[in-house]
T-cell receptor, first 114, second 112 residues
């Protein structure tokens, strides 16, 4: 069974640009969550999508947005990039969000903002 | 507000040693707790999931325990190997906000 895949793996952008990251969950998984990982703040929750609907949202500015498609694939978009957006962005999928559901993470997208 | 703390932040041990990593959380109202492993620059690999009603889970040389009432979990690694070197993260799934809340991790180095 294929794992969670994320594309691209690496991105270099300049301040003010926008970026779109993609996540393909494990087949059969309908919940997709996004996390930002930085050395200073650790892993922080961005948002979660389930069946094309945003179910939960973390404390990030509106520049961070996402969506989920009917095949459960998800994208996140960051507009007007800032230096502080440089991070590893991780996507996780699970069947649903019950207490027995393990979260499986992808390899991440390393975003560098210059 | 749920907070997760991991102690120690870093640990270096000789190969073959048994070791314990600690995780504590402030709010006992959790659905489950997961332990992950992260290699440098890579994603997270799920090691063990303990449901709130369970006391422990085992997988190979790994054993994780959960004491919800005291807000503690431990990850026990038996007979450590250099390949176990990585950062270990614990995370609780909090029903308030529907998200995983992570500790800062313990960076483990196992020396040959």
């Amino acid at each position: 069974k294929a794992g969670v895949t994320q594309t691209p793996r690496y991105l270099i952008k300049t301040r003010g640009q926008q970026v779109t990251l993609s996540c393909s969950p494990i087949s059969g998984h309908r919940s997709v969550s996004w996390y930002q990982q930085t050395p200073g703040q650790g892993l922080q929750f961005l948002f979660e999508y389930f069946s094309e609907t945003q179910r939960n949202k973390g404390n990030f500015p509106g520049r961070f947005s996402g969506r989920q498609f009917s095949n459960s694939r998800s994208e996140m978009n960051v507009s007007t990039l800032e230096l502080g957006d440089s991070a590893l962005y991780l996507c996780a999928s699970s069947v649903d969000r019950t207490e027995t559901d393990t979260q499986y993470f992808g390899p991440g997208t390393r975003l560098t903002v210059l | 507000k749920q907070e997760v703390t991991q102690i120690p932040a870093a640990l270096s041990v000789p190969e073959g040693e048994n070791l314990v990593l600690n995780c504590s959380f402030t709010d006992s109202a959790i659905y489950n707790l997961q332990w992950f492993r992260q290699d440098p620059g890579k994603g997270l690999t799920s090691l063990l999931l303990i449901q709130s009603s369970q006391r422990e889970q085992t997988s190979g040389r790994l054993n994780a325990s959960l004491d919800k009432s005291s807000g503690r979990s431990t990850l026990y690694i038996a007979a450590s190997q250099p390949g176990d070197s990585a950062t270990y993260l614990c995370a609780v799934w909090s029903p308030k906000g529907g998200k995983l809340i992570f500790g800062q991790g313990t960076e483990l180095s196992v020396k040959p």
